[in-house]
């Protein structure tokens, strides 16, 4: 497996449809304090430009799920860290990198469903559509991208390659 040359989605193009996304859930959360709960390790690079995008008064919490393993699912999901503050009464906003199968999505919503939080809802950096398993809604979606498996901006390859500020496709080498 390498690299794309070229990135799939740029910086700017990344960080100007942050920007959208930030002045949406602006409007979106206008008098409403905000608890976003960043999935790790994924959302936090996504995470971190998009706060800084929204001007509505917000708390910062984190969730860790750990479900794949290089480029391929392990079949379970495992919740490892939790929110330290309790939910109830929050408008939570998730904040993932990718929503694939959105097998680990749909356990983390599951979590939080009986928290008695006043709402849930889910802005993901990717949506790949075509490798849904588990029906999962996004409120706000970055890009919606065709069934390439994609690191930088926070995505990994075993680890690697989060650091990067584009998306990338990882591409086998014998094509
Ligand atoms: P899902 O449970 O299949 O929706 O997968 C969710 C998690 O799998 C994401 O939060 C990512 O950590 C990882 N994942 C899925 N697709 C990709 C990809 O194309 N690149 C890197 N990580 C991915
Ligand atoms: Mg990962």
Redesign the pocket.
């Given at each position: 497996m390498r690299l794309s040359e070229h990135p799939l989605i740029g910086a700017e193009t990344i960080q100007a449809r942050v920007r959208e996304l930030g002045a949406q859930i602006t409007t979106d959360y206008a008098g409403r304090e905000l608890m976003v709960i960043v999935?790790l390790k994924?959302g936090l690079l996504f995470a971190a430009d998009l706060l800084r995008a929204i001007r509505v008064p917000l708390s910062l919490e984190y969730i860790r799920a750990k479900?794949?393993d290089g480029d391929h699912?392990q079949g379970h999901?495992e919740l490892r860290v939790l929110p330290e503050q309790p939910l109830r009464g929050k408008h939570v906003l998730f904040v993932?990198?990718?929503?694939?199968?959105?097998?680990?999505?749909a356990a983390i919503m599951d979590t939080a469903k009986d928290s008695g939080a006043a709402s849930i809802q889910l802005c993901v950096l990717l949506d790949?559509p075509s490798?849904r398993t588990t029906p999962v809604h996004a409120d706000y979606v970055g890009f919606t991208i065709d069934d390439?498996?994609?690191?930088g901006y926070g995505?990994?390859?075993d680890e690697h390659h989060r650091e990067l500020p584009a998306i990338h496709v990882m591409e086998n080498s014998f094509k």
């Amino acid at each position: 497996m390498r690299l794309s040359e070229h990135p799939l989605i740029g910086a700017e193009t990344i960080q100007a449809r942050v920007r959208e996304l930030g002045a949406q859930i602006t409007t979106d959360y206008a008098g409403r304090e905000l608890m976003v709960i960043v999935v790790l390790k994924g959302g936090l690079l996504f995470a971190a430009d998009l706060l800084r995008a929204i001007r509505v008064p917000l708390s910062l919490e984190y969730i860790r799920a750990k479900s794949y393993d290089g480029d391929h699912s392990q079949g379970h999901v495992e919740l490892r860290v939790l929110p330290e503050q309790p939910l109830r009464g929050k408008h939570v906003l998730f904040v993932e990198d990718i929503l694939d199968t959105g097998r680990t999505t749909a356990a983390i919503m599951d979590t939080a469903k009986d928290s008695g939080a006043a709402s849930i809802q889910l802005c993901v950096l990717l949506d790949k559509p075509s490798h849904r398993t588990t029906p999962v809604h996004a409120d706000y979606v970055g890009f919606t991208i065709d069934d390439h498996f994609v690191v930088g901006y926070g995505l990994d390859f075993d680890e690697h390659h989060r650091e990067l500020p584009a998306i990338h496709v990882m591409e086998n080498s014998f094509k």
